[in-house]
């Protein structure tokens, strides 16, 4: 990271000189691959507000992309980003300076090919194969690991910003809240992600989470039978709430007009004219006893005016995810005489400001008298409204405004003003901001900074814009406003929604596939954890089982062509029963034979297992391993199906559709997924030892009496034909984390000293863990009892 941006620094530097000589061609190459390299670069984005080089990068971006060259231009990089899609790709260049001495770091084995060679690999018993072929997979998952590792590192260091995206507290990485600026704690970024940003930051780095269960909130939803909502900004999201949920967005009129007279937008040519002209603006309201709302994207836009407001002695509060706890109390006087306050998105914030005395200064709004009076049901109510407008005309004229209000049209004289840093991608986000202003009939404005460095006019809208600044000759700190250039910025808006509604009807394709799997594994989990026998359910194992394994070693047509020792190979390791057939036999015999033979040598094992253990214990028994085997071959199965969709995509530039690919891949793997839980289903059942399994159980046997009978007082011994009760002692659970693993086990020695508990069940679910983490008991150490 620290070569690349020595690297962009040094083109940077040469597209300066380039521009200087008139060579424009070889100064947009340079600020091209500049810009691929480092798209936040601070010379970089300082030198694209000059004339015409913003043009100049999109021309030759365009060029290279017709021509499909824009890879050669990578070439001189360590590595390219893509802020749009969220993607970093290592180039050659790249791979050979993180691995100079191991050429091979970066190239993945074709395991297929791999496991044939295997296969085909003669003198090799089925052990032998089976451990060859487990060293292979293992070395390749390891491999692609580290791969992985670093392209989320170099993501975390090129994409993620801190007090932007995350804050770090108390030596831990948390995640802000894209949309409400809350913190988000116990939440972790997936893939390796998190642990890169802990890396970065020199934090401890945890262990990385295992998806469990996953679903789409799209998918979530839809399982309800019916569906309906209330939320103030719904109507801009309406196509999309057709096209997912097929739910009409109906706008409920307000009960009052709203007051609030909404300015058109002001953009400047960089962040620092734009800060300096919302200071300029807050400093002139507070004085004249305006409270005033400023809104921002993220933690380090609301510490940096803060920060700028202390140095113009401006009393104010400052509201994100670093000062969240005063939360209530900062909104309630958010709309008192003279407040200023600085808050991180207010969705969700600030849902009812209540204004001060002294903020309103008109108790009936001029502006609104044709809507008022087109409200009006009677005459009476038509003759109040008049009387009240006159009044108010009588105000405004002894206070020197226009009577009918037009100088509020252009200055709001009161109520709550709301100032926003920056427009977001998402125009629902703008709009509760807004909102917070002018709510239940109150009067109130806002307005919208904007400059051509905000992530929204840098990837959408930048170039048209800056275009209309260079042709009108815009000086610095100068800003523009017009109609045209609000709609503009709301046009880029409505593209960036676009652009983000078709990432989630996407993954939502994406999700219905592993939606139909993900109904049929919970269905066979519904069934055990309804309690019903599974003994059948097993017994159909069994059969299939037999069927799978005589099948795939009496290929052959003739019975003596047949694997006969890897059959009996797998039959032991799977059934632990041998199969007892003279030469002559294994020479004449079918094999529909020899799977009935299997079968009613297998199912009589099962029987007698069943008869050691006890009918209703061995229906138990069945039941958790079949829960467990399900559970923990579909968070195999779910960590399998990222690893596809991460590299689907390349599978369009074989001119195949990436969705139609994953279906197909997908679809195979949840056969075999299938096939891993019936096959490791039946092992499990028949390799276990009916004295094995714990809880109090009843066994015989003279190695267990004689362990009884060294415990018993001399002189005395058990009859001989009692059943012995064997307790086991109580396993200590653990989590992973061994300082909180010896904290819970101390905590609970303890707790059954003091005789606060017996056993660690007797824990209360909901009570905090002894362990001290701060989660609840079912959360922690109690969360698999």
Known sequence: VYEQTRLVNKLVSEAERLLRNGNRKEAGIKLLQAKRGATKNKRLMKLMHEPGVQQ???????????????????????????????IVDITEKGRRAIAPDNPDFFTLPDLPIELKKIDEQPGLSPRERAVLRDKVQREYAEKSEKIHAVTQLLKAYSLFERDVEYIVQDGRVIIVDEFTGRLMPGRRYSDGLHEALEAKEGVRVERETQTLATITLQNYFRMYEKLAGMTGTA?????EFWEIYKLDVVVIPTHKPVRRVDYDDLIFRTKREKYKAIIEEVERLHKKGIPVLVGTVSVEVSETLSRMLQRRGIKHEVL????????????????????????????????????????????????????????AKTEEERKKILEMAEKTRKKLKEAGLDPDGKDCLEDMPCGLHIIGSERHDARRIDLQLRGRSGRQGDPGSSRFYISLEDDLMRLFARERIARVMDRMGIKEGEPIKHPLITRAIENAQRRVERYHFDIRKRLLEFDDVMNRQREVIYGWRNEILDGKNMKDRVLELIDYAV?????????????????????????????????????????????????????KHARERYEEKEKLLGEERMREFERIVMLQIIDE?????????????????????????????YKREAFGMFEELVHRIQMDTVKYLFRFQPEAIAGPREVRGRAVKEEFRERLPEGEAPPEE??????????????????????FKKAVEKLKREGKIKKIRDIGRNEPCPCGSGKKFKKCHGRNL
């Open 56 to 86: 100049l990068i999109e021309e030759t971006e365009a060029k290279y992309m017709k021509e499909k060259k824009l890879h050669e231009l990578d070439e001189v990089l360590y590595f390219s980003i893509d802020e749009k899609s969220n």
């Open 235 to 239: 109507a801009t999201e309406a196509q």
């Open 320 to 375: 994100n995810a670093k000062h969240h706890q005063r939360e209530a109390e900062i909104v309630a006087h958010a709309g008192e005489r003279g407040r200023v306050t600085i808050a991180t998105n207010m969705a969700g914030r600030g849902t009812d400001i209540k204004l001060g005395p002294g903020v309103v200064k008109c108790d009936f709004c001029i502006l609104k008298l044709d809507e008022e009076l087109a409200r």
């Open 547 to 599: 069927e799978e394994i005589v099948d795939s070693y009496t290929q052959a047509k003739y019975p003596e062509d047949w694997d006969w020792e890897g059959l009996e190979a797998d039959l032991i390791e799977t059934f632990l029963i041998e199969l007892e057939l003279s030469d002559e036999r294994k020479h004449e015999i079918r094999r529909d034979e020899l799977e009935d033979m299997i079968k």
């Open 633 to 661: 071959n579909w968070r195999h199965h779910l960590y399998e199906l990222d690893a596809l969709k991460e590299g689907i995509y390349l599978r369009s530039y074989a001119q195949k559709d990436p969705l139609v690919e």
């Open 722 to 743: 009692e059943k012995i009760i064997v307790m086991p002692k109580e396993v200590i659970p653990e989590i992973g984390d061994p300082v909180l693993d010896a904290r």
